[in-house]
């Protein structure tokens, strides 16, 4: 599985021939990319409507790729009515197989314009990723992560809007993924985190969960 991190909260999976973006914000500041450079596109999900998530790009995306675009009902018929032909309109709880991949929609405690706040599980067969969209910690966290065997975790980290380093660390600590990688932060003044901080507290926390640090434009690769 290779990961790319775009900056804020926004991630580019590869897993054999797929492509899927994440909260593809590719007109925020720290993106190292723009709708311009996606050459291609399988699926594109989309946690909630706030601008800094990247609904208007995952439009673009969808219609210069023919991805499919996944998100809550309420957004996605609004992505249906924006001009793409692809779009599945999931609920909580709800699960969609996209070729080789399943993606389901799980709750998070935020706030939205349309429909509700949400994460997402998707299950490659490289591995299974959790993207939690905006949120604080709860404790459905660990049934997701005894339910999905959740190999990748990505935690927003920044506070103010979101859990901080603290409650990213109890978060992980209740997924009990392989793998940690923090998000959602530095992009704005007011959401400053210490990823370092977030890192001591994660091996406080939990055994055996590696975190990664990762700098916007920066890939990894990983093996589960």
Known sequence: MKVTYLGHASFKIECRENVVYIDPWLTGPTSPMKVDDV???DIVLVTHDHGDHGYAEAIEICKKTGAY???INELGIQAKGDGV???HTLNIGGSVEIGDINVTLVHAFHSCGKGAPTGFIA???CGTVYHPGDTGVF?????FGEMY???????CIG???VMDEHQAAMATKLVNPKVVIPMHYDTFPVIKADTEDFR???SQAVKDVKVEIMKPGESIELKF
Do not use: C, Q, W
């Open 139 to 143: 404790s459905d966290m660990r049934l």
């Open 85 to 87: 032909e692809n779009v």
């Open 149 to 155: 065997g959740i190999d990748l975790f990505l935690s």
């Open 69 to 71: 675009f996944v998100a």
């Open 123 to 125: 299950k490659f067969p």
């Open 159 to 161: 506070s103010y809007y």
């Open 200 to 202: 001591n507290k994660v």
């Open 39 to 41: 050459e291609k596109a």
